[in-house]
Nanobody, 124 residues
Framework: QVQLVESGGGLVQAGGSLRLSCAAS????????MAWFRQAPGKEREFVAA????????YYADSVKGRFTISRDNAKNTVYLQMNSLKPEDTAVYYC?????????????????WGQGTQVTVSS
């Protein structure tokens, strides 16, 4: 059974940093594109960042471009999200997701597997 387990969330002040991790098991990790999505209270889930299976291509939402960096370590079956210059509007549950396809990675429908999420709270 495929598992995606996020970690690294927490409470941070505005301007601070957090690094999220997502460890994958029971799938051939290097064959999957990976992404981070987030969902704030009362809002729909939204795309944050994605990375191709090789790590050669990355994609970001405009709201996080220049502040967040997605990366992966295929040897460790792990994808990361480095979040800098955090803002209160970044507060949300952050989910990692895995997709066997390499297109349409900004759409949640592209992803077959999802983690349970990790809470990120940014105080002002």
């Amino acid at each position: 059974q495929v598992q995606l387990v996020e970690s690294g969330g927490g409470l941070v002040q505005a301007g601070g940093s957090l690094r999220l991790s997502c460890a994958a098991s029971q799938l051939i990790f290097s064959r999957y594109a990976m992404a981070w999505f987030r969902q704030a209270p009362g809002k729909e889930r939204e795309f944050v960042a994605a990375i191709s299976w090789s790590g050669g291509n990355t994609y970001y939402a405009d709201s996080v471009k220049g502040r967040f960096t997605i990366s992966r370590d295929n040897a460790k079956n792990t994808v990361y999200l480095q979040m800098n210059s955090l803002k209160p509007e970044d507060t949300a549950v952050y989910y990692c997701a895995a997709s066997i396809q390499e297109w349409g990675l900004r759409e949640s429908s592209a992803y077959r597997y999802w983690g349970q999420g990790t809470q990120v709270t940014v105080s002002s």
